[in-house]
């Protein structure tokens, strides 16, 4: 069993739709890090978490420690928003990070 | 202040050449760290450095790999006698310190095709 799962694997969203993707995962963390890569692009971090919940604009990210699992809503998905998110872990006290096989999110007008 | 930057950000090499990939990290960043990604694959550790230091090499593949931080200049990930299965996304990734509470900034990456 992989140490990060993601659901979905695929999402299509119609431009407007709340947007859910869901991390789970069954190691002792100390971060828990969103991040966003464009096909053929670079990486974006966008949220590193070790509890709670954080928002950047039309972005949130929680996580709930106890059940191993975090989440990265999208509210008023727009195209741009399209891309593959990836949801990475600190398992250690370094920066070396263990990444989940991402979701691939396409949103249509 | 300039990101994480990689060069060559496409680099076409045949097999049995050597591929050297190279990462400036953040201003002010000592600690650096190298992922690959191949194709339809997700993103996998590969090596961890601190100026001058390997800290964690635990990811590299054992023959033809090498990494190095130097005091001066960017990070090199050396690839010797490349193969068809190098061929994938490399990043580099910086931090400004070892723990984990620190943000860590990417690269746009490099695209090693081996032909």
């Known amino acids: 069993k992989n140490e990060v799962e993601q659901s979905p694997q695929n999402l299509t969203a119609q431009e407007g739709e709340f947007i859910t993707i869901n991390c789970s995962y069954s190691?002792?963390?100390?971060?828990l890090h969103w991040l966003q890569q464009h096909p053929g692009g670079g990486i974006v971090s966008l949220f590193m978490?070790?509890?709670g919940k954080k928002k950047h604009g039309r972005l949130i990210a929680t996580i709930n420690i106890q059940e191993k699992h975090s989440s990265l809503h999208i509210t008023a998905s727009h195209p741009r928003d399209s891309a593959v998110y990836i949801c990475?872990?600190?398992?250690?006290?370094?920066?070396?990070?263990?990444f989940g096989t991402g979701t691939r999110l396409q949103v249509t007008l | 202040n300039a990101g994480v930057m990689q060069n060559p950000r496409h680099l076409v090499r045949r097999r049995g050449q050597e591929a050297r990939l190279r990462c400036s990290p953040m201003k002010g960043h000592s600690h650096v760290y190298w992922y690959r990604q191949l194709p339809e694959e997700g993103l996998k550790f590969m090596v961890y450095?601190?100026?001058?230091?390997?800290?964690?090499e635990s990811g590299m593949p054992k023959e033809r790999f090498s990494a190095e931080f130097p005091k001066e200049g960017p990070s090199i990930l050396r690839i010797q006698q490349v193969v068809r299965g190098d061929s994938a996304a490399y990043f580099c990734a910086s931090s400004l310190g070892q723990f984990s509470g620190n943000t860590i900034y990417f690269g746009e990456g490099s695209w090693l095709t081996v032909v």
């Open positions: 990475a872990l600190n398992t250690g006290t370094a920066s070396k990070l263990t």
């Open positions: 190691v002792g963390i100390s971060a």
């Open positions: 978490l070790s509890s």
């Open positions: 450095l601190q100026k001058e230091n390997i800290i964690d």
